[in-house]
Each structure stands twice: as C-alpha cells, then as structure tokens.
C-alpha cells in the first residue's frame, strides 16, 4: 500500500470547508538562512486568504539532507484554528494575513 503525500486538499473546521495548498518548500535563503514551507489557506466561497509560514525542520538547520514533507490533514486544521484565533476573517477583504506557527500548525 502506497501512502500519497498531497499538496492541496480540503479539510472541515467548525462547519467550513478551507482550501489548501503546499506553496513552498523548505528552502535556503543567503539573508534569512533556512526558510520552512508556506501553506496557502482560503475559506471555500470567501475573497480573503491567509499563509501559515511553517519554521524550517530541524533536520535542515543540522545540515542532514531534505527529508519528505510532512503535511496532513491534522496539520491543517491546526492551522485553519490557529489564523481564526489570532484574528483571520476569511469573509473581509483584502490582501491574504500572514500566520507563522509551529511545526504542529498552532
């Protein structure tokens, strides 16, 4: 049985359905160092999106090699709860907020 790492996917939060897509990946920048994945959040029929800005994996900052990403539902959805508590309003306007949380997405 093959286990299928997704880049985008749908999860449920009270009663919502929020998109989400892998923006990018765990990458090396000359100024900021080790920069973690991007998560792109919006709220099914909504205009304004939020970005979870995950920490880089310990394993890069070690200089082990790049291992395979681990997202999931779970993760998401911790996230999705985390933007709506620090103030995301998915139904206003504007350009998308920008959340940074941990590695377990709060």
């Known amino acids: ?5 997704r880049l985008s996917g749908i999860v449920d939060v009270d009663g919502f359905q ?3 897509e892998l923006r990018s990946e765990p990458q090396w920048s000359e100024r900021e160092g080790w920069k ?16 979870l800005e995950f920490p ?3 394993r890069l900052m ?3 090699q790049r291992g ?5 539902d779970a993760i998401v959805i911790r996230g999705v709860q985390a933007a709506l508590q620090a103030g995301w309003d998915p139904s206003s306007r504007g350009k998308p907020m920008v959340f940074e949380v941990d590695a377990d997405g709060n």
């Open 68 to 72: 395979r990403l681990q997202i999931g």
């Open 36 to 51: 973690g994945m991007t998560v792109a959040l919006l709220r099914k029929q909504t205009q304004r999106g939020a970005l």
């Open 62 to 64: 070690k200089g082990m």
């Open 1 to 5: 049985m093959t286990k299928i790492h």
């Open 18 to 20: 929020y998109e989400w």
């Open 56 to 58: 880089a994996p310990k």
